[in-house]
DNA sequence: GCCTTTTGACCTTCC
DNA sequence: GGGAAGGTCAAAAGG
């Protein structure tokens, strides 16, 4: 087998491996509420579902075999780390954490590396930056929005990763002290259904939120990887279009996890320009309350954190640029069926739609 | 005028 | 105890 072959099976196994842990997640999640070591394997499994994908990003990359991972690899700068995360740290793909001088650790809860930093479904205020020595971008200080009315005592700070200047960037980010404030976001309007993570009723649910998210980055992840990374490209045919329509045969499909796993119904196709190394691909929407069956997209320099239109919404993501948000549900995830905002961690595949229907909650 | 972010100064902690 | 660096505060700026 040459090493190509070699590595598209390794990718293969990983993505079916992925996949069915995919399926498990669901499995598990439609048992009905989870208890406590429900949700810590629904996170673990989500976790995992990351990080499956972050690997399968990395190969596609690379194109390089001899850096495919074992199980439990994790992303670093130099490539792929093959020990396995800790469990009291939780790290989905990032750098190794090395203790600083000054470490504080009073309170940490957690650590992780994340390409979205602000899609953990609570809402910070941001308190202050600071440079950091050795460190090219200044870490950021965020405080639970409800610190003042509620005393949560929660915060977390935000390091941009130097190596990630080039690529999509990634952020450390470290959780101090656990919220207290039973986080309820209010909804901006009525007519849209739901506010990020957020269920019609306002309810705010953070394994929820987590797990929706990564739900949608798999989704995204597997819909936009269908078409051909441009390093790897092997010729000049057009790229291939991904249509998610069960009932749109055409192009390559995901039935499984699109069809079973997300509950797709009747669907549009929305078209999404992927920044390089995707090729343009189109993707699956809602159908969409206008007529049009495609939803212009607009692609968002993510080493840019104010994005183009202007302020970011009042949650004060202010490095929140790379999300995609959609304009109507139902949607990829099984739990967003009101919902019509999602943060989505897919690497290098930062857009947003440029559509300003009526379900435009932010940029109105 | 309100709200959020920015930023310099000050405080705290560690070596 | 002093210096250095991280963490926090709060006034200013901007949308």
């Not at 309170?107 to 950091?132: F, L, M």
């Not at 390093?231 to 069960?246: E, F, H, Y």
């Amino acid at each position: 087998m040459t090493s190509g072959q070699e590595a598209i099976e390794k990718l293969s196994q990983e993505l079916v491996g992925g996949h069915d842990l995919n399926a498990r997640l669901l499995a598990l999640l439609r048992r009905g509420p989870l208890d406590g070591r429900g949700q810590e394997a629904a996170v673990a499994m989500s976790q995992e579902l990351s990080r499956v994908f972050m690997v399968s990003l990395f190969m596609l990359r690379s194109g390089d075999s001899s850096r495919m991972a074992a199980p439990g690899a994790t992303i670093t700068e130099g490539g792929i780390d093959q020990r396995t995360p800790t469990n009291d740290i939780p790290i989905c793909g990032g750098e190794e954490v090395t203790p600083t001088r000054k470490g504080r650790g009073n309170g940490v809860t957690s650590k992780e590396i994340t390409a979205s930093p602000h899609s953990d479904g609570y809402q910070w205020r941001k308190y202050g930056q600071k440079n950091i020595q050795n460190r090219k971008f200044a870490r950021c200080y965020y405080k639970c929005m409800f610190s003042h009315d509620r005393g949560c005592r929660a915060k977390k700070t935000v390091q941009q990763q130097d190596s990630s200047g080039g690529r999509r960037p990634m952020f450390q980010v470290t959780y101090v002290n656990e919220h207290k404030c039973q986080q309820e976001v209010v909804l901006p309007r009525e007519s849209i259904g739901g506010n990020k993570h957020t269920a019609r009723s306002g309810h705010f649910d953070p394994q929820r939120a987590k797990l929706d998210d990564d739900v949608m980055a798999s989704c995204l992840a597997m819909v936009i990887g269908g078409a051909a990374p441009a390093g790897l490209s092997s010729s000049s045919s057009p790229p291939p279009v991904v249509r998610a329509s069960p009932s749109d045969p055409v192009g390559w499909h995901t039935p499984s996890l699109l069809d079973v796993g997300m509950g797709l119904g009747e669907t549009t196709v929305a078209e999404i320009s992927c920044r390089s190394p995707f090729a343009p691909v189109k993707a699956p929407a809602a159908p969409s309350s206008s007529s049009s069956s495609s939803l212009p997209v607009e692609a968002i320099n993510s080493s840019d954190p104010t994005p183009a239109g202007g302020r970011l919404p009042r949650s004060t993501d202010a490095m929140a640029m790379d999300e995609i948000y959609f304009p109507c549900g139902p949607l990829f995830s099984p739990f967003a069926a009101q919902s019509s905002i999602h943060s989505v961690d897919v690497p290098m595949a930062v857009a947003r739609f440029t559509d300003t229907d009526s379900a435009w909650p932010y940029y109105s």
